[in-house]
C-alpha cells in the first residue's frame, strides 16, 4: 500500500498526453497539475520540475491552496488510483515517475488483461491517510479538513465500501442531507428537494438503484424506494427537532465521522481478492468469490463485494497470518488468515485462503500495523513458547471482550459470517504461520505441550483405518505424557501402556474384563428369554410391533407384485401375437428359399461362361499393355489402364477378374520403374518431367516421395546455373589498393588545366580515390545473368511444381490427403534455401562493386533484380524471397552512401595535400613547378606561385564540385523508372538519413574535425603545418559557416524531397561548428606565427653581450629585417581600410629619464597601476588587422620576458632604447590599438632599465637620429 514496490521497476517513457495531474510532462518548466480529491474537485496547481517534484513538495503546495493547518497535515496523504490499482505513497516518492511504472505495477499487482492495463492511467489523490488513528479525527477543529474526511466518507458510504445496517446508512443519509440543504424544511420541501437530489445521493448504490423501471411506476410511489425516502425523510425530521438550538456545521461534520468511526473498517486500505466458495454438494465444483480485504490500525475485514456484508472481521490479536508465493505457472499469491474457531463442540484453528495477487502488499502493511501497535504499547507481552497460565487465558479473553465495543444483532452486514466461509479446519499448530505479539491466550496452539505437526481434521475411510490411527494417536499421547522418561527404556516396560494398549484391543473386539464377549456376559435386556429380568409383558408387545411391521411389508409386496404384473400384461400379450406371426411368415420362407436356389443355380452357369469369354480376351489386354511399353506410349497404357482399373477393382473377389487385375498391376510395375528411371536421369526435359510426374500421380505414387524427388531433379540443375554465377565472382584480392569512387566528371579539382602524368589528379594515378577497378564482367551482366538463367529457371520449377502438385484436382483417396498444403510447404523451403545462396553470391558481387564510376550500371542491376524477383512473388504468394531481395537493395543502398561518404572523404584529403605542396612551391624555387602548376594553372618555375584567395576559390569549388556530383550519382536511386524507389525506405529514410545524415551531414562534419586536428599541439600534426594553410582552412570554415552549409542541404533537400519525420541536424548546429573549426584555425595560426617570430627575438637576446657591448650606431639587423618585410607584405597586400589616411606618426619618447633608477621605477610602477592589463592570447577576430595585433602582442611578449633574464650595461641599454624606437616607428600602423605597442615596449624599456647595471638612458634626439639613418 505504501508503494515500496515501486521502486523495483524501471522508469518508461509514458505515451498518454493526457492533462491529468497523473501524466504530466516532466521537463523542468512549470506546468500546471491538477490533484484530485474524493468529492469530484481537483486543486489546480503550477509546478516546476513535476518529472522529479516529491510527495513531500506536492503537499506542502496542496496544503496551502487547501488551507489545512500544520496540526492536521498527517491527516491525509497522497494515493496513485485508477479502477485497477490504489497505492498510498510516502513522502520520499516522485508520482509522475511512478506513473510511468503503472503498467508494471498492473501486471504485478492485478489479474486484468493486458488491453485493460495497456487503457488504465492514474489519477493523482489527496485522501486521507490510512495510518491516521481514528481517535485524533475528532480532535480536528478545523471545517475544511473535516469537510474532506466527510466528503471522502460519503463516498465509501455510497459506494457500497463500507457495509452498514439500513439504521446506519439511513442516520448518515439524513446528516448528510441536513449538511447539503440545511435543517428546518418541512415535508413539501424535503421531499421535493429529495426527489430533485435523488436517493442515490444520500444513500448507497446497492440499495438505491433497485426497484426503478415501469413497474415500479405502475405501483405509484416506486415500492422499495418509497419506503427509503420515508425512512430517511423522517430520520431528517428527528435531526431538525432533537436539539432547541441548530447545530454548527462542524458538529455536524463531527457527528457523521463519529456515526462512521462505529463502522470497524472505517480508515481501511482496500485491496481486492478471492476467497472460495464452500460446496454444495458432491458433484457441485466450488468456485470462487470477489471480495474486498480491508486493513486498517485496528485489524483485517474481509467483505463480501456483491453482497455488501462482512465475511469475517478481525483484531490483530485474534488471528495470524502468512503470504506464502506460487509454486508454479497459473498459481496465485495467497494471503493466510488463521483464528480461533469450534466445531461440534470442539476448539479447532481455521484457516483462510484468500487468493490475490496484492497479498504481498497486505501481509506487509499487516505487519506494520502490528510493529505499530507494539511500539505504541511500550512493552506488550512478546510471544513465548511455553504454557500459558488459565490467569493469563481470563485476562486475555476478558480483554477481548472489553474492546468489541457494542454489539450486533446476528443479522447485521457488521457481524462476521465464518459459517458461510469455506475454511480449512486443524487441531494441531500450523506451520510458518506468523503469531502476533502478545500471544493470545485463548488460541488452541498453546494446548500442545511439544511443537506437533500440521494435520487436518479428515473423515476416515474404514475402521480399520480408524483404529489405525487411534493407535498411532494413542501412541503419540503416550509419548507426550511420558516425555520426561529415559530414552532408554524400552516401549514394552512400562506395564501401564501394555494395558492401556491392551484395553484398546479388547474395546476393538468386544471382550470384557473375564475374556468373554459381549454376547456371552449376563444380559439385562427385559425381552431376553433367557435372561434373569425377563419381563413378558414387554416381549409380548414386541411381538405384536414387529407382526404389524411384517404384516405392513407383505402388503406392499403384494401390491407391488400387481403393479408389476399389470404393467406387463400389453407385453405379453403382443410377445404372443408375435410368435403366431412367425409361424405364419416361415411357410412363405420356404417357396422363396427354393425359388432363391433355381437363381443361384443359373448364375452359376452364367459366371462360368463369362469366365471363359475372359480367358481368351486376357492375353489380348496383356499383349496391348506390353506393346505400349516397348513402344513408350506410357500415356496411352496409363490411360487404359484407368479405364480398365474400376472394373478390375470392383470384381477383384472373383478369380478370373483377379488374374487379369495382376498381371495388369505387374505391368503397370514394370511402367513405373521405366518412368521413375526416366525420373532420375539428368538430361530430361522440364517438358519430360512434367510427363513423368503426372503419370506416376495417376499410378498413385506417393505424392511426397514424388515431390521430393521433382524438387531433387530441379535443384540438380538450379545448382549447376549457381555455379556458373559463383565462377565469375572475383576471389577476394589479397593485397594492394582498393578503388573507391569514380572520378568526377566536370572541371578539374582544383582549377588544373590538364593533368600531367604522375600527377594527383591523374585519372590513372594510383593515389586517385576515384579509380575504376580492372576490367571484367560488370555487375548488370552478373545480374542478368543470374535473372536469365536461375531465376527464370526457378520461375518455370516453380510454376511446374504447382500446376502437378498444387492445382491439381484431387480425386479419390488423394482429396483427403491435403497434398496441395504439404506440396506448398516443401517448395517454400526448397525456394527459401535457393534463394539464399543466390542472394550470397549477389552480395558478393555487390561488395566488389566498390568502384562507382558509373553508378547508374549499379542502380539499374539492382533494379533489373529487384524487378525480377516480383515474378516469384506472383508465383508464389507469401514467399520470403521478394522482401529479401528488397532488403538487398537497401543494404546495397546504405553501402554505396558510405563508399561515397569515404571517397568524398579521401578527396577533401587528397585536396589538402595538392594545397600544400602549392604553398611549399615558393620554398622549393622554380624545382616544384610541375606539383604546383595544377593550383594556379601552367607556369614555369620562375612565375609567381599562386595566391592564398586563389587556391582557396580553387578548394571550395572543386569540393562543392564534387559533392553535387555525388548527390547527382545518389539521387538515381530514387529515379521514377526505378522499381524499387517506391518503396517505403527510399521515399524516406533513405533520403533523409541515408543521403542528408550519413552523407552529406557527415562529410561536413569530417571537413571541420579534419580541419580542427591541424590546431594539435607542437610535436603532433599540427607542428609541421605551415601557417598559411591553417590561415586557409579558417577562412574554408568561415565561407561554409555563412553560405556553403545552408546552400549544400537546401540543394539536397531539394533535390530528395527529404521530409523531416526524423529528428535530423540542424543547419545552425553545422554552421556553429563550421565557425568554432574556423576560430580554433585562426587562433592557432596566430600562435604559430608568434611564436616563430618569437624564436628569432630570443636567439638574437640571448647570443649577444649587452653587458660589454658598444655604444649604439645603427639599429638591429633583426629588426630592420623584419620592417623591411612588413613593409614589402603591407605594400603587396595593400592597405587596411580600417585606418584613416591622415593618421600622424607619432614620435616615441620613453617614460623614463635619466636621473636616478629610483625615479625611473616609480614611473613604470604608476603607468603600470594606471593602464589596462594586455591579453597576450586573446580571441582573434577576423580581419587582418587582429591577425596582425595577436603576432604582435606575442613577439613583444617574448621581446619582453627574454629582457627580464638578461643583464644589461650602459649601451645595452641604450641599444635596446634604439631598437624600440624602431619598432614602435613601424609596428603602430599594424595593429588596432597603438597604444597596446606603447605600453609594451615602455615595459620592455623599463624592465631593461631595471637590469641594467648603470642605467644611463641616451638622448631622445640621439635616438631619432640613428632610427631615422637606420
Known sequence: MEGDECGKFPPEPSEGKSQRGSVASSVTRAQDVLVYLVGDSAVHLCVEGVGCVSVQELGHSVREALHIPDSSMDAFAFWLCSPLLELQLKPKHQPYKLCRQWQDLLYRFTEASEEDISQDEPSLQYRRNVFYPKSKELQIEDEGVLRLLYDEARV????????????????????????????????????????EKKLISFLPAHVSGGGGGLFSTLRGKGGRQAGLEHNLLEEYRKLSTSGSTP???????????????????????????????????????????????????????????????????LRFSELSWDHSYPEGEGDSHILWLEFDGEEAGTPVNKLLKIYSKQAELMSGLIEFCVELHSAADGGAATETDGDVTAGQAGGSDGERDGRRG??????????????????????????EIKRLKPKRAASFFTRQAQPPTYSAVQVEESLEQGWNQFRRYSVEMDGDINATAPATTPPDSDPARKRRVHGMLKLYYGLNEEGKTVDQAESMDPCDINGPHFDPEIYLNKLMDQESCMVKQIRSLDSDMQTLVYENYNKFISATDTIRKMKNDFKKMEDEMDCLSTNMASITDFSARISGTLQDQHAQITKLLNKCLELQAYAQAVSSHRRARCVLQQYSHMPSFRGIQDDCHDIMDKLAQELRQKFRDGGSSAKDLSECVELLLQLDEPAEELCDKFLSHAQSRLEADLLGLEAELRPPLSSGPTAVMAPYTGPTRILSAEPTAGSPTDPTSLNNPFLSPSSRTDILEFIDRGCNEFVS?????????????????????????????????KLHAFVDALATRYFSLVERRIQEEKSVGDNSLLVRALDRFHRRLQAVAKLLPGSAVPSQGTEIVVRAARERI???????????????????QALAAPRLGGSSAGGGSHLGGPATGKDAPASLPELLSSLSASILNQIKSVLASVHL???????????????????????????????????????????????????????????LLSRLCLDYETSTISYILTLTDEQFLVQHHSPVTA????????????????????????????????????????????????VGLLYEEGVRKAHSSDSSKRTFSVYSSSRQQTRYAPSYTPSAPMDTNLLSNIHKLFSERVEIFSPVEFNKVSVLTGIIKISLKTFLECVRL????????????????????????????????HFLLDEIVGSTAHRCLDPAPMEQSVIEVICERG
Open 973 to 1031: 536511386f530514387t529515379a521514377k523508372d526505378i522499381t524499387f524507389s517506391n518503396k517505403p525506405y527510399f521515399k524516406g529514410e533513405f533520403c533523409s538519413h541515408g543521403v542528408r545524415e550519413s552523407l552529406v551531414v557527415n562529410f561536413i562534419k569530417f571537413v571541420c574535425q579534419s580541419s580542427r586536428q591541424f590546431c594539435e599541439s607542437a610535436g603532433d600534426r599540427g607542428g609541421s603545418t605551415p601557417p598559411a594553410l591553417l590561415l
Open 406 to 431: 457494542k454489539l450486533h444483532r446476528q443479522s447485521s452486514v457488521v457481524c462476521s459470517r465464518v459459517h458461510t466461509l469455506n475454511t480449512i479446519s486443524y487441531v494441531d499448530n500450523g506451520k
Open 898 to 916: 558510405k563508399q561515397y561518404l569515404a571517397a568524398l572523404q579521401s578527396f577533401y584529403l587528397n585536396s589538402l595535400t595538392d594545397v600544400r
Open 1206 to 1237: 638578461r643583464t644589461f650595461g650602459r649601451y645595452g641599454l641604450q641599444q635596446i632604447q634604439v631598437d624600440c624606437h624602431y619598432l614602435q616607428m613601424y609596428l603602430w600602423r599594424f595593429v588596432s590599438d597603438e597604444n597596446l605597442v
Open 793 to 825: 529457371s526457378l520461375c518455370l520449377v516453380i510454376a511446374s511444381y504447382q500446376e502437378l502438385f498444387v492445382n491439381r484436382p484431387q480425386e479419390g483417396e488423394l482429396a483427403s490427403k491435403n497434398i496441395p498444403q504439404m506440396a506448398v510447404g
Open 1067 to 1114: 543547419v545552425t548546429a553545422l554552421c556553429g561548428e563550421a565557425r568554432e573549426a574556423a576560430q580554433k584555425l585562426l587562433n592557432h595560426y596566430v600562435k604559430v606565427q608568434g611564436l616563430i617570430i618569437s624564436q628569432m627575438l630570443r636567439k638574437s637576446v640571448e647570443t649577444r653581450d649587452w653587458v660589454n657591448t658598444i655604444e649604439p650606431r645603427n
Open 247 to 313: 447545530l454548527e456545521p462542524t458538529q455536524r461534520l463531527r457527528q457523521y465521522l463519529s456515526t462512521c468511526h462505529s463502522l470497524p473498517y472505517y480508515g481501511c486500505a482496500f485491496f481486492s481478492g478471492e476467497i472460495e466458495k464452500p460446496a454444495q454438494g458432491i458433484l457441485h465444483r466450488a468456485g470462487r468469490k470477489a471480495v474486498n480485504v480491508g486493513i486498517s490500525l485496528e485489524g483485517v475485514y474481509v467483505m463480501d463485494i456483491k453482497e455488501k456484508h462482512v465475511l469475517l472481521g
Open 156 to 195: 465509501n458510504i455510497l459506494a457500497g465500501r463500507f457495509p452498514c445496517d439500513p439504521e446506519t446508512w439511513t442516520g448518515l443519509g439524513a446528516l448528510s442531507f441536513a449538511l447539503e440543504l440545511g435543517v428546518g424544511l418541512d415535508h413539501q420541501k424535503a421531499t421535493a428537494a429529495l426527489r
